[in-house]
């Protein structure tokens, strides 16, 4: 049922081995924001990622309070 292709039958261009590039990059980022009795809030600690072209990213954490917006 399945023969081998011949190359030379094939319309398709050779293909390259996936290289994706950085397209965002974050170095020692922090965040902290004043709650409401003025305290200083600490969210987001020396954080260190890079989003390369292709990936996929999901902020997961609770409901309310968990910085997934800051």
């Known amino acids: ?3 081998k292709v011949n190359k030379e ?3 398709l261009p050779p293909t390259k081995p996936w290289d994706p590039q950085p397209l ?3 170095n020692e980022v922090c965040f902290s924001y004043k ?3 003025r305290e200083k809030k600490r969210v987001l600690h020396e954080i260190d990622f890079t989003i390369n072209e292709g ?3 999901a ?3 609770n ?3 968990a910085g997934k917006s800051s």
Request: glycine share 14%; proline share 0%.
């Open 63 to 65: 409901n309310g309070g």
């Open 24 to 26: 965002v990059t974050f």
């Open 1 to 3: 049922m399945f023969d």
């Open 59 to 61: 902020l997961v954490g």
């Open 55 to 57: 990936d996929y990213v």
């Open 35 to 37: 709650t409401i009795k």
């Open 9 to 11: 039958e094939s319309s």
